[in-house]
Each structure stands twice: as structure tokens, then as C-alpha cells.
């Protein structure tokens, strides 16, 4: 018997639910990325949640354009409320250059805050 395969949909709903992250070598104690977009605030603070209970020491948070507000967001009620043994390693801006559909350049800025686990 074939298994079923998800529609569209259910795969599209699957991707609202989950952040996106890259998780590093948690033997390393090097950590992971957590990258910011359009998600509630509290998918990013379970996803930093879950890296520093898998081991890791060092997280990542980064955001780019409208997505700057909610990063910081999800540093604040992370330190704030659910790790306080967080600290604030570091903030790093930068602006890039991307690709817009009519072929024009635009700029983008973007944040990477660094927590380290104390």
C-alpha cells in the first residue's frame, strides 16, 4: 500500500509552524543559527529554547529588513522570561545588496545578535 503524500497546503501549514534553524555541532558547544522572519515571536524563542536545552552554548539570532524588530524581540523575552542565564555576547549590523523582480538593486539591512549561555 503506497503511503500518502501531503498536498500543498498541509506542506505550506507545516512551514508557518516551524522556524527556520541551522543547528551546529552541540559537542562543539559552537551552537546554532536561528533565522528571524515573518512567524509569531514565541516560534523563534521555543527554537533558541531548544537549542540551548539540546547543549548548546552559543546562539545566533539573525534577521534581515522588516524582520529586525521581532529578532530583537525574541533576544528580549528570551533573556527576560524563559533563560535568564543569558547574557548578551554581541551585535553585529551590516547592509546587503539584493535582487528585486524588476532588476533593480536594493538594500537590505540586516542584525545578528550572539547570546552565549553563562
Do not use: W
Amino acid at each position: 500500500m503506497m503511503e500518502q503524500q501531503p498536498n500543498n497546503a498541509e506542506r505550506r501549514e507545516k512551514a508557518k509552524r516551524a522556524p527556520r534553524t541551522a543547528v551546529g555541532n552541540p559537542q562543539r558547544a559552537d551552537g546554532g543559527v536561528v533565522f528571524v522572519g515573518n512567524k509569531p515571536v514565541m516560534n523563534y524563542v521555543l527554537a533558541c529554547m531548544t537549542h540551548l536545552n539540546s547543549g548548546s552554548n552559543k546562539i545566533v539570532v539573525k534577521a534581515r529588513g522588516r524582520a529586525i524588530p521581532r529578532a530583537v524581540d525574541t533576544v528580549e523575552v528570551l533573556r527576560r522570561s524563559f533563560a535568564k542565564g543569558v547574557a548578551l555576547e554581541g551585535i553585529n549590523l551590516s547592509t546587503g545588496e539584493v535582487d528585486r523582480e524588476q532588476g533593480q538593486k536594493s538594500r537590505v539591512s540586516a542584525i545578528e545578535i550572539s547570546l552565549s549561555k553563562q
